[in-house]
């Protein structure tokens, strides 16, 4: 993305702190990421990662600052509205957090389901996005008789297929073979192109040492480096 | 529906306690309704004799009459003329008309036959009604007999307190049966809602599954529990009507519009033990 284009925030965190006790998972995070922008979100084992997607979607609810999503602030979300908010949202996860008891076709389309659409509509979009996937045979079998590889690949359908503005995802590659999580990644390289902001919290050294995206780098808590690939190398 | 199906055993543990439940309460309902048949048969010959003192003008009697049926509780009041009472009492004592034959004078006075409305028959309403009438100046004395039965009505009312005290215990023991037997299967989904909540469900869309497994458990309990009732009230009038004469005991199954409250209790049951478990369960969870 030129640095000359204009940006405009779709997530903003304003001094943001989530405690848990005593702890600081996060302290004083304060960071933009643009409309259609690709960020990876890095740092060791406990830096804070996880909270800070969790508390993009209000999985968790922020101690003190502010958060602005797609215009709106999180604290005045009213409870009532937080699924309307889960829909801004696509989130995937490192173990993939499928439904066992469901298909693979009725975790995708339970998205749908949820926000309502007409039977028809779920099924062709269901369907529609489990052949991108390239799950179109397996989708009516279920999780547990699935690869990693392909559970993630219906966890990324499921992700994309309400078309929301910003995809999540906690370590999506971490219990993926290299060949894998090429392909998961390649899958949300093409929903970016849609126009879709990409959050990814990972601290696969490859995956990153290949990229020419914005790294954001946690520790304790604590944003380190906004910067590119090669602030981040400075840093280690 | 396919919930219920994961959780077959709780399931069935869930409707056989509504069923057993509905079962005994039921047999309660038939035990009474046949209980207050067989009251009501009794009560029907209930009445007070007023006997009038010779001393009334027959000028007076009619005003005596008005002032009767004017008391509250009263339904009909008849008039006995001393005349009629003597034919009636030659009519029931036709061996020893001879001896009645022989009277050269009526001993019998003038009397009211006093009915009561039903709804009004209980014992102490008879009783006052008798002090009230026997008080007034132109009755001489009053007779009320089959009196035992107000006693029985006390028996009567204190099974209906035990019953209906036993009912409400039931229905506690079954709503926390239910909602227990619903939270455990709550449980067991509970990766799948909070998966479901991830991708912006509702509370409203989670607790469908779970609303629509109370409704049909309760339903399903409940009738099971009818059916129950039904073919033990068979075996037994079948056994009493071998037994007695179907005029002195004729037992009669709950009428339709019981058995209908009866199931929308038992869906009702159903709805609330969801409502309280889901209550709790999204509050935590
Ligand atoms: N629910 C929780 N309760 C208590 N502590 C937590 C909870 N979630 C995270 N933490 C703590 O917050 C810190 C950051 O956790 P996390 O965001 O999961 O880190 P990361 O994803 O970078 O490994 C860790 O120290 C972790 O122990
Ligand atoms: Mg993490």
């Known amino acids: ?90 989130v995937i996860f490192q173990d993939f957090k499928l439904i066992q008891t469901k298909t693979a076709y009725e975790n995708v389309a339970l998205v749908l389901e949820v926000a309502g659409l007409k039977p028809q509509l779920v099924r062709k979009k269901a369907q529609n ?22 559970q ?48 990814i919290a990972t601290h696969d050294k490859e995956i990153l040492s290949r990229t020419n995206q914005r790294i954001i780098y946690l520790e304790n808590g604590r944003v380190m480096d906004h910067g590119m690939r090669t602030d981040v190398e400075r840093n280690e | 529906m396919k919930d219920m199906a994961d959780n077959l055993f709780i399931t069935l543990v869930t409707i056989m306690t509504i069923a057993l439940s509905i079962l005994i309460a039921s047999a309660g309902g038939l035990l009474f309704v046949n209980a207050g048949d ?3 048969g009794w009560k029907k010959g209930i009445r007070i004799m007023a006997y009038i003192t010779p001393e009334t003008r027959e000028s007076d009697v009619a005003g005596l009459r008005e002032t009767l049926a ?21 009519a029931q004592m036709k061996r020893q008309m001879s001896l009645i034959d022989n009277l050269d004078i009526n001993p019998l006075p003038d009397a009211f036959e006093i009915f009561m409305n039903p709804e009004e028959q209980t014992f102490e309403k008879i009783e006052t009604l008798a002090a009230r009438v026997s008080a007034l100046d ?17 028996v009567f009312n204190l099974f209906k307190f035990i019953g209906i005290t036993m009912g409400i215990l039931f229905f506690m023991v079954t709503v926390f049966i239910i909602s227990n037997t619903i939270r455990l299967a709550l449980y067991s989904r509970r990766d799948e809602i909070q998966i479901m909540r991830l991708v912006g469900a509702t509370d409203g ?57 009866i199931i929308v209790y038992s869906v009702f049951v159903g709805w609330l033990g969801c409502f309280l478990s889901l209550r709790q369960f999204l509050k935590n969870n």
Request: charged share 20%; net charge positive; aromatic share 8%.
């Open chain 2, 70 to 90: 004017k008391m509250s509780g009263v339904r009909d009041v008849r008039f006995i003329s001393r005349q009629e009472g003597l034919e009636s009492l030659k």
């Open chain 2, 205 to 261: 869309f989670i607790q469908v599954p779970s609303y629509i497994a109370g409704l049909i458990q309760g339903a399903v309990g409940g009738m099971v529990g009818l059916i129950a009732l039904y073919i033990g009230y068979l075996a037994i009038s079948a056994n009493i009507e071998k037994n007695f004469s179907s005029y002195v005991i004729h037992i009669r199954f709950l009428p339709w519009n019981v058995v209908l409250g």
């Open chain 1, 129 to 150: 996005v489990l052949r991108q996937a390239g799950m179109e045979d397996k989708m009516n079998q279920y999780p547990p008789s699935l690869s990693g590889g392909e």
């Open chain 1, 1 to 90: 993305m030129s640095e000359l284009t204009k940006k405009h925030p779709i997530v903003r965190m304003f001094h943001v702190y989530k405690r848990y006790g005593a702890k600081n998972a996060l302290a004083d995070v304060s960071l933009d990421i643009d409309f259609n922008e690709w960020v990876f979100v890095t740092g060791p084992s406990g830096a804070g990662k996880s909270t800070l997607l969790k508390l993009m979607y209000r999985g968790e609810t922020v101690s003190e600052g502010q958060i602005l999503v797609d215009g709106s602030n999180l604290i005045r979300v009213p409870q009532g509205q937080v699924p309307m908010l889960r829909r801004k949202f696509g």
């Open chain 2, 138 to 154: 132109s009755v001489d004395d009053v007779e009320y007999g089959q009196a035992w039965i107000g006693r029985f009505t006390q």
């Open chain 2, 38 to 40: 067989v009251m009501n």
């Open chain 1, 152 to 199: 993630q690949r219906v966890a990324v359908a499921r992700a994309i297929v309400g078309d929301p503005k910003i995809i999540l995802a906690d370590e999506p590659t971490g219990s993926l073979d290299s060949r894998s999580a090429a392909i998961i990644m390649d899958l949300l390289k093409g929903y970016q192109s849609r126009g879709a902001t990409i959050i």
